[in-house]
C-alpha cells in the first residue's frame, strides 16, 4: 500500500513538471505568434500601400526628422523602392518586383502562423489531458 501511494505521488509530480513545462512552451508560443501577427499586419500595410501607390503620388506625408520632429512632404511619382532583405540589407526594386517580394514575405508569415497555431493547440490538449489525469489521481487519493 505504501509502495502504491509512493508510486503515486511519483507519477504525480511527473505530471505536475510536464504541466509547467508545457504552461512555458505555450506561454513562448503565444510571445511567438503576437510579434508575428504584428509583423503580418506591417506586411499587409505594406503591400497595400504598394498596392495603391499610382494613388498615392504626390500625396502628402510626414516624414519623422528625429528627436519627435516631422516635416511635410510630397512623394513623387513611385517607380521604385527599397524592399528589407533580411541582415540589414536593402535592395531597389520596382514597384511590382517590391510588391511580389512582399507579398511572398507575407505568405510565408502565415504559413508560420498556422504551424505555430497548430502547435499549440497540441499543446493545450497535451495541457487539459494532463489536468483530467492529476484530477483524476487526486480524486483515487480521496476515495
Known amino acids: 500500500m505504501a509502495a502504491e501511494r509512493n508510486t503515486d505521488k511519483q507519477a504525480y509530480a511527473q505530471l505536475r513538471y510536464m504541466q509547467n513545462v508545457y504552461s512555458q512552451q505555450y506561454e513562448l508560443l503565444e510571445e511567438q505568434m503576437a510579434t508575428y501577427s504584428l509583423s503580418l499586419d506591417s506586411i499587409r500595410k505594406g503591400a497595400q500601400f504598394l498596392g495603391e501607390s499610382k494613388q498615392a503620388s504626390n500625396a502628402k506625408t510626414l516624414v519623422n526628422i528625429g528627436g519627435g520632429a516631422y516635416v511635410e512632404a510630397s512623394l513623387p511619382e513611385l517607380k521604385s523602392t527599397l524592399v528589407y ?8 526594386r520596382s ?45 483515487k487519493q480521496q476515495v
Open 95 to 139: 514597384v511590382t518586383e517590391a510588391k511580389a517580394f512582399i507579398e511572398g514575405n507575407q505568405k510565408k508569415q502565415e504559413e508560420l502562423l498556422k504551424k505555430l497555431d497548430a502547435e499549440r493547440r497540441k499543446l493545450q490538449n497535451e495541457l487539459m489531458s494532463i489536468a483530467y489525469r492529476m484530477e483524476a489521481m487526486q480524486n
Open 85 to 92: 532583405v533580411g541582415s540589414g540589407y536593402l535592395v531597389e
